[in-house]
Every structure is written in C-alpha cells, then in structure tokens.
C-alpha cells in the first residue's frame, strides 16, 4: 500500500500532465480553426482546376497528343507511392491508419510481384513505414519546419514525381493521405494520381460549362502540358492542407481523452487517498481512546 | 456603362477576387488581352505580371500575379494563379527572391528547351520588375 506521501506526490503529477495534455488540446483546437480556413480557402482552385481541366480534356479528345503523365506509361510495374502523415506524434490513430492503409497497399502490389517505391511527407509515417519497407522508401520530406503550409511546399513535392517520372522512374503514382470529414472522423484514402486520366473523367461530369467552343492560346496540348504538373501539385497541396487539418482534429480529441482520464485518475487517487487518511485517523483515536480506557 | 459579369482571381491558398467587373486585363502569354463581358470563349497561359480589374462599382484594382490560367467565357472569367497578390501588398524582396530562383533554374537547365523556358520566365520577371519598381 503507497504512503499518504507517495499518493499526495502521485494527485500532483497527474495534475500536472492533466495541465499540459488540456493546453495541448487548446492549442490543437485553435490549429485546427486555423487549418480547417485553409483548406477551405483552396478548395475554389482546386475546383475550377478540375473544371478547367475537364474542358481541356474534351477539347484534345482521346487524341494521342495527351502528354504521358496523363495518359501513364502504359504499364503498371512500377508504383510510386506518396505516403502524407502528420510530423508528430500524439494524435490518436491519426498516422498509424494512414500507415496501415499504404501498408496494406503496398503488401498486395508486392504479392502481385510489382515494384514499389515509397515518398514519405512527413516523419511519422516513415518511422512506421521504416521497420517493414525501409529499402524501398526513396526519400522523404520534411515539413517539421514549416509553418504554414504553401503551394510552395507541394510544388517542391510535385516537381520532384514529375522529374522522376520523366526518368521513367515508375508507371503509376498513388497519393495517401487523411480525408478531413469531421473533428472526430478522418478518413484514410489512397488516389490516384498519375495517369491522371480516370480522376479527370470524374470531375468532367459535374460541371456545366463543359460543351463551350474554347479558344485557345496557345494550343490545347501546350496548355495541358502546362496544366497536368500543376494540378498534381494542387492535388498534393489539397492533401496536406487535409492532411494538416485531420492531424489537428485527431490531437484534439485524443488530448480531450487523456485530459479526461488525468481527471479520473485524479478522482480516484484522491478517494484512495482520503479514505487512507480517515483510516489513519481512526487508528490514531481508536490509540488513544484505548490508551484512555487502560488507565 | 458597360455591361458587368463575374470575374474570379484565385490562388491555391486562397480566393482573392470573386465580384462583378466591367473589364479585366490579362497579362496572356500571346500578349496582353482586356476582357469584356460576353467575350467567346478563351483559355489563355498567363505569363507573369499585373492584372488589373475594374470593378462595377468602379473601384480600379491591380494585381500581381505569377503564371497561371485564365478560363474566360461568356458568362465570367476565372483567373487560375499561381500565386497572387494585390499590388500595395507585393514585396520587393520576394520579387528579387523569384527572379534569383529562375536565374538559377536557367543556369542549371539541363537541356535546351528547358533552358529557353526558364531563360523565358526570367525575362518575363524582370520585366514585371522594371514595370513595378518606380512604382
């Protein structure tokens, strides 16, 4: 049985680690407000982008002239997989279930005896990756010193798959990220994003412009050249503002769970310590009552 | 006065124009283009440099953008930057930063073409620059 003493030290650590998981709730909470304005902020462009593109794509038709990133190479032995989790840690199942998803990915492509190839964003989805894949993570990058997310970061992203996929470094370039539903709701996903064909077929239905006799300046396959490197940005961009947004709503519940349990822990340590103290008094009456009665 | 239509300026952080406009000039790679309302349809390459809005209301807004796209139809037109700011807000800084980063891209270009492009770029800068530095 612990001491009056060591219980009292106990109520205090616990209190202590209640103090710091609640303001790293606050302050998850006060990021996750301001990440959720970003990532509303850019859905317009990532939007019009997908209209945009659609339109374009009508124009060229199914005509050869489409550029390879958009049409893949034609195989599909070599995938690339860009894996997007959170830089820290403390955040619920947040990181693991993107992980566990590319895993399970990754282990069927290598079962159907295809060759993958690993992008990691952000350092815990490597440190998971690492122990079963670490020989086909290619690199990985660090977002730990930004700290508010640009196009620019998912240009550099963007700009590296593209050269590597000039050197026909892979066929088929899947994008893992956390899909922000809720607070309380992250859903893993996996999308493809290179050949691009089959994303933009999708979007092409939703909109209504579509049918209008563009004019173009310069040509339609300049344009789309042009066009297709910067929407494999806008959609890496889109999944680490997700991603970002995701990662702060799953801190904050996690860190509302521990400061709930640092609270109940706290409860019951103050009861075993109250009733320890009662005892201790009782034993202490009952010691001298006796003492009395012996007299 | 002249018939208003939407005109929408977005960047991948943000939405920075979405209003009614009398015209808007478009700094096209072809040349610089002024659109009107009921212009056929057009999808231009933006080169860099100032877009400058006239709003309904009158109001004489400009803005520096960076490349991109332009999707005009009859109806509206959307500006699909890379990267946009308004005029009064523009750094030099950052200006100088960008005509540094291209001159490195045109110095390490490994081929030709990419070398004209970037070479291209640069001179596409410095003169957005020229037009804003004694500004």
């Known amino acids: 049985m612990a001491s009056l003493k060591d219980l009292r030290n106990r109520i205090a650590s616990v209190k202590a680690t209640q103090k710091i998981t609640k303001a790293m709730q606050m302050v998850a909470a006060a990021k996750l407000r301001r990440a959720q304005e970003a990532a509303e902020a850019a859905r317009p462009y990532s939007e019009r982008m997908g209209a945009v593109l659609a339109n374009i794509t009508q124009a060229i038709g199914d005509g050869g002239d489409a550029p390879a990133l958009m049409r893949g190479t034609g195989k599909d032995d070599v995938h690339l997989l860009i894996v997007c989790t959170a830089e820290r840690g403390l955040c619920g199942g947040f990181n693991s279930q993107i992980a566990r998803l590319a895993r399970e990915h990754i282990r069927r492509l290598l079962s159907d005896g295809k060759q993958v190839k690993i992008i990691c964003v952000g350092k815990k989805g490597y440190d998971i990756l690492r122990r079963d894949y670490g020989s086909l993570v290619l690199e990985r990058v660090d977002l730990r010193e930004v700290k508010t997310l640009g196009f620019g970061n998912a240009d550099a992203i963007a700009r590296k798959v593209i050269n590597l996929f000039n050197q026909d470094g892979f066929d088929v370039c899947t994008l893992f990220y956390s899909q922000f539903k809720s607070v309380i709701s992250q859903i893993p996903t996996a999308q493809q994003i290179i050949p691009a064909a089959q994303a933009s077929a999708a979007a092409d239905t939703g909109n209504g412009a579509g049918g209008a006799v563009y004019e173009y300046e310069p040509e339609p396959g300049e344009i789309l050249s042009d066009l297709i490197p910067r929407n494999i940005a806008v959609q890496i961009f889109r999944a680490l503002l997700e991603n970002a947004a995701g990662e702060m709503g799953a801190k904050m519940s996690a860190m509302d769970n521990a400061t709930r349990n640092a609270g109940d822990m706290i409860n019951k340590l103050s009861i075993t310590y109250n009733r320890q103290r009662q005892a201790q008094i009782t034993k202490e009456l009952i010691e001298i009552i006796s003492g009395a009665e012996a007299l | ?135």
């Open chain 2, 1 to 135: 006065m002249a018939e208003a239509f939407k005109f929408e300026l977005v960047s991948p952080e943000r939405l920075l124009v979405s209003e009614q406009v009398e015209f808007v000039v478009i700094p096209g790679v072809d040349g610089e283009m002024t659109v009107l309302a009921q212009h056929a349809p057009v999808m231009t390459m933006i080169k860099p440099g100032v877009v400058t809005v006239k709003t309904a209301a009158g109001a004489e807004e400009r803005y520096v953008v960076f490349g991109g796209f332009a999707d005009i139809l009859p109806s509206g037109c959307t500006l699909l930057a890379e990267s946009a700011t308004h005029v009064n807000d523009i750094d030099r800084a950052d200006i100088a930063r960008r005509i540094q980063e291209a001159r490195e891209d045109a110095a390490d270009a490994k081929d030709d073409e990419a070398r004209a492009k970037a070479e291209q770029f640069l001179s596409q800068l410095t003169t957005l620059e020229g037009a804003l530095l004694p500004a």
